[in-house]
């Protein structure tokens, strides 16, 4: 069974510019769940959808947004990038919806430069 | 959501069991611990979870203590593959939101 997938894996953008991530889930996995890790501020939850609607989310600013698609994969923009945002961007999938505590599996990162 | 505790960094032997402890003494009821570990620059890898009982899988086993205060991770026979920061997890069942900590970096060494 094929893992979580992000494209793509490098990417390097300049300031003001915006940026769109990529994350296909495992395959019956309806849950898509977005993180950000810096070496200052370590991993931290973005958001997360379900059934193509948003469930939860992080304290991120609004320049951060996502959707999901019928087919469950996921999508995350960035608007106006700043140097701050330079990060790993890590999707994670699981079969249902968090509350359910339903085990998440992570792709390999997006690793976004804003020079 | 319960903040975790553990050591910053710890060292292992090749071939010896590595026991990463985690405290998480404010947990409730419906927290889960659950166990990811990070190897250089690449995305979590699921190790295993549990709420009360002790656990085991093909990767590691889990201990939590009958309070639920504090957990440890077995690798039995830790590879210098394990080399990997380590992170102790309570989720709640009602966010899901996996919040990390710092983790612990094990160095397995030859």
């Known amino acids: 069974k094929a893992g979580v997938t992000q494209t793509p894996r490098y990417l390097i953008k300049t300031r003001g510019q915006q940026v769109t991530l990529s994350c296909s889930p495992i395959?019956?996995?309806?849950?898509v769940s977005w993180y950000q890790q810096t070496p200052g501020q370590g991993l931290q939850f973005l958001f997360e959808?379900?059934?193509?609607?948003?469930?939860n989310k992080g304290n991120f600013p609004g320049r951060f947004s996502g959707r999901q698609f019928s087919n469950s994969r996921s999508e995350m923009n960035v608007s106006t990038l700043e140097l701050g945002d330079s990060a790993l961007y890590l999707c994670?999938?699981?079969?249902?919806?968090?509350?359910?505590?339903?085990?998440?599996?992570f792709g390999p990162g997006t690793r976004l430069t804003v020079l | 959501d319960a903040k975790t505790t553990q050591p910053t960094s710890m060292d292992c032997a090749e071939g010896r069991a590595a026991n990463l402890p985690c405290n998480h003494s404010?947990?409730?009821?419906?927290?889960?611990v659950y166990w990811y570990r990070q190897i250089h620059s690449q995305g979590p890898q699921y190790i295993i979870h549990?709420?009360?009982n002790n656990e085991t899988n093909e990767m590691a086993s889990l201990i939590i203590t009958e309070d639920r205060k504090s957990s440890t991770l077995i690798l039995p026979h830790a590879t210098l593959r394990d080399t990997a920061v380590y992170y102790c997890?309570?989720?709640?069942?009602?966010?899901?939101?996996?919040?990390f900590g710092q983790g612990t970096t094990l160095q397995v060494k030859p």
């Open positions: 994670a999938s699981s079969r249902q919806y968090s509350s359910s505590a339903d085990t998440q599996y």
């Open positions: 395959s019956g996995h309806r849950s």
């Open positions: 959808y379900f059934s193509e609607t948003q469930r």
């Open positions: 404010t947990i409730s009821g419906n927290e889960y």
């Open positions: 549990g709420l009360k």
């Open positions: 997890i309570a989720l709640s069942s009602n966010t899901g939101k996996l919040i």
